[in-house]
């Protein structure tokens, strides 16, 4: 499990540790049943408050993404994998729309949006 910390991009730490398990969830890599960090062994590793590793983790458990067993820790639950991508796919189509939209209104062209993506999308892969 790798999570990488930006102080740059303006989003909370705990929404980082948040979003990049989710994303690890839902891409296969964290497995039902598997123990992730203790919320303890995670703040130290990332060097950040236990409290912002907590709030993290409370946000996965309260959308059914990990589970608490007192005691154990936290793991990752079983989870409808296909229902969970479609909904993403909805929001990105959703995304898309508003952009596209913009860029009509801007007189961008479909080759410039294009281009615009593909430099956002090489720029998250450096």
Known sequence: ???I???TGGQPIYEQIYSQLK?????GVLTP???LPSIRALAKDLKISVITTKRAYDELEAEGFLYTVAG???????????????Q???ELENHL???AGLAKSCSVTVEELIDM??????????
């Not at 994303?23 to 891409?27: D, G, N, P, V």
């Open 1 to 3: 499990m790798e999570i």
């Open 5 to 7: 910390i930006r102080n």
């Open 23 to 27: 994303a690890q969830i839902i891409a």
């Open 33 to 35: 049943g598997e123990a």
């Open 72 to 86: 154990k820790g936290c793991f990752v639950t079983e989870k409808n994998l296909d229902l969970i991508r479609e």
């Open 88 to 90: 993403q796919l909805k």
């Open 97 to 99: 729309t508003a952009a």
């Open 117 to 126: 993506l593909r430099v956002l999308l090489e720029e998250e892969n450096v």
